[in-house]
């Protein structure tokens, strides 16, 4: 695949969506072609499972199976074909969060969400008799990395609460101890962002992160 494909993590509150758009200023600057997208969404079907997700009670596994379900759409119809084109893909979170989520907050067995992983994003690229597979993962994740009582208060207020955001501090401290075990497991691929400073200081390092990879011109 010719595209660069960029996911942002991090819990709600922490800063990604304003950054996100940022960047895909800064990539459009350059003359590149951005598709913006975000999970759990960004197809018609995904944005219907999302709204299941985000508001109906069920238990870790149902959850996990549906998050995945809505990713395996996302990725055919909408991620590969505009990575194919060369575009660049900027999502609000992806696999990672399922991990830091389902697997860290909710204590969802890791293994489990690992085979899912592979089924879902292998992307067959032919070559032998048994056909092989490549796993499709960000060449970047920027983790937004927010203490969760300072998020609770940016977004206290700003809007009714979905059943995570609804959730008690505690599982947001194992929501970002899940995030640190997939950057323990991958430190190349993150970018770990301290979230709770000025916005113009996160944006200096959400740039300098993307001009290490050499993606972006360094002004």
């Known amino acids: 695949m010719n ?13 990604k969506s304003t950054h996100i758009e940022g960047l895909a200023q800064a990539f459009k600057a350059q ?7 975000r999970e759990p969404g960004g197809t018609p079907l995904a944005e219907q499972l999302r709204g299941v997700i985000l508001n109906a009670p069920m238990d870790a596994m149902t959850e996990a199976l549906l998050v995945f379900a809505a990713r395996r759409d996302h990725v055919q119809q909408v ?4 990575l194919q084109r060369g575009d660049v893909v900027l999502c609000d ?17 890791w293994a489990v969400l690992s085979v899912l992983e592979k089924w879902v994003q292998g992307q067959d690229q032919g070559g032998g008799p048994m056909g092989e597979s490549v796993l ?8 937004f990395d ?3 009582p300072v998020a609770a208060q940016r977004l206290c207020g700003a809007r009714v609460p979905d059943k995570f955001e609804s959730q008690p501090l505690a599982f947001f401290e194992k929501v970002a101890h899940g995030y640190g075990q997939r950057m323990d497991a991958d430190p190349g691929r993150f970018a770990r962002i301290d979230a ?13 992160a993307v001009q290490a990879k050499g993606w972006l011109p360094i002004c």
């Open 196 to 208: 709770n400073q000025p916005q113009a200081s996160v944006w200096a390092d959400v740039s300098k």
């Open 79 to 82: 991620i590969a074909p505009a």
């Open 93 to 109: 979170r992806f696999t990672d969060a399922t991990f830091a989520y389902q697997g860290g907050g909710r204590g969802f067995d």
């Open 146 to 148: 927010l203490p969760s």
């Open 31 to 37: 003359g590149r072609v951005v598709t913006l997208t």
């Open 3 to 15: 595209g660069l494909f960029i996911s942002f993590e991090g819990i709600d509150g922490a800063g």
């Open 136 to 143: 499709l993962q960000p060449h970047l994740t920027v983790w």
